[in-house]
T-cell receptor, first 116, second 116 residues
């Protein structure tokens, strides 16, 4: 299957700072990328969908000013958690899919964010 | 709206037992995809299978098998002769391209413990 690389795999940041997570499709062009959040022992909750070159579509209840998503190229999307707080600590996972109706989304390895 | 229900929160079995993980889904679309993913303690999602709505054939891959029943909107997953390495959280997921924006919605997950 296609490869999606997410970086960093783990990050610890101080409250009030911002942290950026990258999601790259290594061997295909990702027209759409998705960002998920997973709290401990819970399921993956979709945060937003981003299409290359356009604004991300956020799910209900997700603060777009808090979680900035940029999908500037066909191989890279970034999620920036702004002014992070301890309650933002979570596991963030991206997925990416290429063009065509019959393509599946491939998942990155995830990023474990800890805000102290 | 999409919905995926995994009624079993946790299952505990002894090695070599067979175990079935249940998944029931809801969708208004006639075209959709169903998935199973494995999430080991390390956190990354491991893709196991994708099944489209027009293919009701059951599938077997080694010790894994899947039973897709459109009549009951179920997509159950069976592990035969379970092993300790099968211990993980298993997620069933549903994607409704294109009307659903290709978003993948996950069930709550079933945590499987396989004891030696």
């Amino acid at each position: 299957g296609a490869v999606v690389s997410q970086h960093p795999s783990r990050v610890i940041c101080k409250s009030g700072t911002s942290v950026k997570i990258e999601c790259r499709s290594l061997d295909f062009q990702a027209t759409t990328m998705f960002w998920y959040r997973q709290f401990p022992k819970q399921s993956l909750m979709l945060m937003a969908t981003s299409n290359e070159g356009s604004k991300a579509t956020y799910e209900q209840g997700v603060e777009k000013d808090k979680f900035l998503i940029n999908h500037a190229s066909l191989t890279l999307s970034t999620l920036t958690v702004t002014s992070a707080h301890p309650e933002d600590s979570s596991f963030y996972i991206c997925s990416a899919r290429g063009q065509g109706l019959n393509t599946e989304a491939f998942f990155g390895q995830g990023t474990r964010l800890t805000v102290v | 709206a999409q919905k995926v229900t995994q009624a079993q929160t946790e299952i505990s079995v002894v090695e070599k037992e067979d175990v079935t993980l249940d998944c029931v889904y809801e969708t208004r679309d006639t075209t959709y995809y169903l998935f199973w993913y494995k999430q080991p303690p390390s956190g990354e999602l491991v893709f196991l299978i994708r099944r489209n709505s027009f293919d009701e054939q059951n599938e077997i891959s080694g010790r894994y098998s899947w039973n897709f029943q459109k009549s009951t909107s179920s997509f159950n997953f069976t592990i035969t002769a379970s092993q300790v390495v099968d211990s993980a959280v298993y997620f069933c997921a549903l994607s409704e391209p294109p009307t659903g924006g290709f978003k993948t919605i996950f069930g709550a997950g079933t945590r499987l413990f396989v004891k030696a």
